[in-house]
């Protein structure tokens, strides 16, 4: 690659993990898949059914660039059943996952001299390399693996300067699933400047509530998609709920770069928010079940976490006493034990030495994972 983009954007580890594990795989050694944030589980059964109609009445043209007004409507109802709030299908729209959401949104607030945006370091490994495609700055807040390693106010408050564009929250959090406080949430809202918040997680919390910064304050982008909690990640259908100002801006991006969302996913996204999938329910449960199940799992290895995650379905694991390179510890795993994992690396330097295990497995695969993680160390002299 010559271009600037190509020489300076970083790999996405975690693929590269998986590219290794499937080149294992082909030549017939067995993998446990602890790697990647992917549900296990299907799409609930009437979100499929009404894809499939809606292909089979020939829904497969063009909609409007925002979304089909109906799921629009939707997600606003969503999230003010969710939140107690009041927000317009105006202020929404529909997008191809969270992914595009991100870039439009953050291309509506970068100028490309610079502008900062400030985000936590662990972070999602795409937010940087999306910002200095666009010419913007990350403004990186060293955070603490005591405070779950979310941004902590105080420090967000000092970043802030004049070059600041916008606060990126990730909660509850990939790659720690933890969950912000609600304390440092509304404190952070209350800045003065623009949150993004990506809340695709949300709904997959176990024991605790998630708020949405859009209970806190007007001036944010909320980042959401189906991926997740609806075990949807191949639909690639998410959104963006904008402040009333910026949804133009946003909506002749998207104009742009997608021309419009999915049509036939569109009307899956539509039954997956108006009706009722009993599916969700049980699956939550099991990635509880799974969660508590690894948590003593590691524990009795001797990897730990500060502070424990009740969100998404990660581990991020402190593997520093056994070697302080994650990278080349995840992969000696992945050769020798035969199990798939992500290097703390991938999210920035304050996660180096830590590893990030995800349980969007089986419990049968998770035990068999968490057998060969433990004979692993017990090959290379560590006792937990």
């Given amino acids: 690659m010559n271009s600037k983009t190509g020489k300076e954007m970083k790999p996405f580890i975690v693929m590269d993990v998986l590219r290794r594990a499937l080149e294992l795989e082909e030549k017939g050694k067995h993998i446990i898949h602890m790697e ?49 709030l009041d927000i317009s299908e105006t202020q929404v729209l529909i997008t191809m996952g969270v992914s595009p ?15 900062e945006i400030i985000l936590s370091n662990p972070y999602y490994p795409c937010y940087p390399n999306f ?24 420090m967000v408050k000092e970043a802030i300067g004049p070059d600041t564009k916008a606060i990126l ?24 400047i623009p949150v993004i918040s990506d809340e695709i ?25 189906f991926s997740k909690i609806f075990a949807m990640t191949g639909w690639r259908l998410g959104y963006i709920i904008a402040p009333a100002e910026a949804v133009r801006k946003i909506e002749i991006i998207l104009q742009n770069f997608f ?14 928010l108006e009706l009722n999938h009993p599916e ?15 948590l003593e799992e590691l524990s009795a290895m001797g990897l730990n976490c500060a502070v424990e995650p009740k969100g998404a379905f990660y581990i991020f694991v402190d593997a520093r006493h056994i070697e302080k390179d994650s990278y080349k510890l ?35 695969n998770l035990a068999e994972g968490a057998s060969r993680l433990q004979q692993y160390l017990n090959n290379n002299g560590y006792q937990g």
């Fill in 259 to 272: 021309i419009s969302p999915n049509s036939f996913a569109q009307r899956g996204g539509i039954a997956a």
């Fill in 36 to 84: 990647i944030g992917e549900p296990d589980f299907d799409t609930p059964s009437a979100i499929i059914a009404a894809g499939i109609d809606s292909l089979r009445r020939g829904e497969t043209h063009y909609t409007d660039s925002r979304g089909i007004l109906r799921l629009r409507r939707a997600v606003a109802k969503y999230y003010n059943r969710n939140y107690g």
């Fill in 330 to 364: 995840a992969f000696d795993i992945l050769e020798k034990a035969g199990v798939a994992l992500t290097p703390g690396i991938d999210f920035g330097d304050q996660g180096e030495g830590y590893l990030r295990l995800s349980y969007a497995n089986s419990m049968e």
């Fill in 201 to 225: 997680y949300h709904g997959l919390v176990y024991g605790q509530k998630t708020h949405s910064s859009l209970e806190f304050t007007e001036n944010t982008y909320i980042l959401n998609g």
């Fill in 101 to 115: 959401a991100l870039l439009a949104v953050l291309s509506s607030l970068i100028n490309n001299n610079g502008d």
């Fill in 169 to 192: 929250v990730n909660s509850p959090s990939n790659p720690v699933g933890t969950v912000i406080s609600t304390d440092a949430l509304s404190e952070i809202c209350g800045m003065g």
């Fill in 131 to 154: 910002i200095k495609h666009l010419g913007g700055t990350p403004h990186f807040i060293h955070t603490k693996a005591e405070d779950g390693f979310h941004l902590n106010p105080a």
């Fill in 280 to 294: 969700i329910e049980e699956m939550k449960k099991k990635y509880n079940s799974r969660r508590k199940f690894l």
